[in-house]
């Protein structure tokens, strides 16, 4: 049964500070790994996708990076920015099926 | 093209009063699924449905939650008889074929924000 998990679960930082989020996942059969922001009481936005076959997909100060052999990836955020500041979730689909599993997330709050 | 669409944002029923949650997948997108976020906690898959069908519901409690996806129109979640554990905020993902068959992502909803008093 895949888990996914998500460390730290809290994060402050001041103001452009460079800062990694951490996600592992147990089953490494994965088709893809996708990284979503989502705001307080709002809907969730999709930041980066990587496909099982990458290793790293990037979005302007967003980096994110995949090791499906050990079963992490990263969130990499430079220069953050008090708009940063938002739940950041990492979410696994496993080959063979279609349902995608969530961490819990890493609440991110960036100081002006 | 307005994404995918859930309305309404924010529900507010009674103890033992009936939930409908919609939602309209983007366009061309055939393939819905409905997720639940309690508060303070990760999001968790319900169930799996395409047009008129029903292809997982694993995560769907057994009693008083049902889903469907018919031919014309939005997709409903609906809860019978809520009770206050059913407070939380439901998701819905649309994709454009079968994830097992294509490698994309989901593109979510707002999502509606259901509370039980």
């Known amino acids: 049964k895949q888990e996914v998990t998500q460390i730290p679960a809290a994060l402050s930082v001041p103001e452009g500070e460079n800062l990694v989020l951490n996600c592992s996942f147990t089953?490494?059969?994965?088709?893809?790994l996708q990284w979503f922001r989502q705001d307080p009481g709002k809907g969730l936005t999709s930041l980066l996708l990587i496909q099982s076959s990458q290793r790293e997909q990037t979005s302007g100060r967003l980096n994110a990076s995949l090791d499906k052999s050990s079963g992490r990836s990263t969130l990499y955020i430079a220069a953050s920015q008090p708009g940063d500041s938002a739940t950041y979730l990492c979410a696994v689909r496993n080959t063979g099926g279609f349902k995608t599993i969530f961490g819990a997330g890493t609440r991110l709050f960036v100081k002006a | 093209n307005a994404g995918v669409m859930q309305n309404p944002r924010h529900l507010v029923r009674r103890r033992g009063q009936e939930a409908r949650l919609r939602c309209s997948p983007m366009k061309g997108h055939s393939h819905v699924y409905w997720y639940r976020q309690l508060p303070e906690e990760g999001l968790k898959f319900m169930v799996y449905l395409q047009k008129e069908n029903i292809i997982d519901e694993s995560g769907m409690p057994k009693e008083r939650f049902s889903a469907e996806f018919p031919k014309e129109g939005p997709s409903i979640l609906r809860i019978q008889q809520v009770v206050r554990g059913d407070s939380a905020a439901y998701f819905c993902?649309?994709?454009?074929?079968?994830?097992?068959?294509?490698?994309?992502?989901?593109?979510f909803g707002s999502g509606t924000r259901l509370t039980v008093v």
């Open positions: 089953d490494s059969a994965i088709y893809n």
């Open positions: 993902a649309s994709s454009p074929q079968s994830i097992r068959t294509v490698n994309y992502g989901y593109t």
